[in-house]
């Protein structure tokens, strides 16, 4: 991602935030294995980044994704709490690349090293997949492989099955509280799209534990 994009999103976190000092940590690609698929082969570029943010009110973290004019604006601003488990997850997986991949279906987020085959579960609502794990990749996706499938559809935003990567409102809020959100089929101006994942972040902590 070019300095210029994280730059705007940078100054649109900070005057979302209203927080001069805040700053940007870690950026990861978001990257989704769909239901139907149990594979890291299978999985997909999501369209969308989560950046890490260290600010006056501690740890966060945004996710954006480019608008219909290319330019790069945020979807949501989340909260501590998951935006903590991400960062233990990249202490324990290390140095290296990293790419946030989720598996709404089964439940499971965690960061991915694809350079060193290595993945540490940062959550899961499965117990053979425990927070905190490291894991190969074979391993990784044997054990995933042993999850039910528990897709959970929210009527009040749609999934088109032409999309399978838009994955909001698969997973559910009791299970995995504190998800990145992405809405393709309706684009907002930013200063909306990122109170509306705001909102939407607010409601999912009260339910986090």
Excluded at 20 to 26: C, G, I, N, V
Aim: aromatic letters at 4%; glycine letters at 8%; proline letters at 5%.
């Amino acid at each position: 991602m070019s300095s210029t994009a994280l730059e705007g999103v940078l100054e649109e976190l900070r005057d979302e935030l209203q927080d001069e000092s805040a700053e940007l940590d870690r950026t990861y690609q978001v990257w989704v294995i769909s239901a139907g698929a149990g594979r890291l082969a299978d999985a997909r570029f999501a369209e969308q980044l989560h950046h890490q943010v260290r600010g006056a009110s501690g740890l966060t973290y945004v996710c954006s994704s480019t608008n219909a004019t290319g330019e790069q604006e945020i979807d949501e601003i989340g909260n501590r709490a998951f935006a903590e488990r991400i960062a233990e997850a990249a202490r324990q997986l290390g140095a290296g690349e990293a790419r946030l991949l989720v598996v709404p279906a089964r439940q499971v987020i965690a960061l991915w090293d694809p350079e060193h085959a290595r993945l540490a579960i940062a959550l899961s609502a499965e117990g053979t997949l425990a927070s905190g794990s490291v894991l190969d990749e074979r391993s990784f996706e044997a054990l995933l492989g042993q999850v039910p499938v528990e897709v959970v559809m929210d009527p009040q935003m749609p999934i088109p099955a032409s999309q399978p990567e838009a994955w909001l409102g698969q997973v559910p809020v009791e299970a995995v509280a504190d998800l990145p959100l992405r809405d393709k089929d309706n684009w907002k101006p930013a200063g909306r799209r990122a109170a509306k994942g705001r909102e939407a972040a607010k409601e999912r902590e009260a339910a986090f534990v």
